[in-house]
């Protein structure tokens, strides 16, 4: 039930939280756009159905691999420490990738 009334609300489904795109805000100063919503939960407690609503905020960094990538290696002359340093920054992030569905 809560699910639908979130879906009615505009907020779309991203993971297992709900999130409103077109209320995002933008933080140009540190290149991130944060995505507010909710997460939800039905569980029951003590015998009887419970409800947990919580607030969550999705953050996106709106850097490209490849800016980052070129940001490396113009920073470093030698090629291994520019590979070195990209690949601290970037194991373990996750990576959004745009695509076109033609029909």
Request: proline share 2%.
């Amino acid at each position: 039930m809560s699910y639908r009334l979130l879906e009615i609300a505009g907020l779309k489904l991203l993971g297992r939280n709900y999130y409103s795109f077109d209320k995002k805000i933008e933080l140009d100063r540190y290149k991130l756009t944060l995505f507010p919503g909710f997460m939800t939960a039905v569980n029951v407690y003590e015998g009887q159905l419970m409800i947990n609503v919580d607030l969550s905020t999705k953050v996106m960094n709106k850097q490209t691999v490849y800016t980052i990538l070129m940001d490396k290696f113009n920073r470093f002359n030698d090629t291994k420490q520019a590979q070195d340093a990209s690949l601290k920054e970037l194991i373990g992030q996750i990576v959004l990738t745009p695509f076109v569905i033609y029909f």
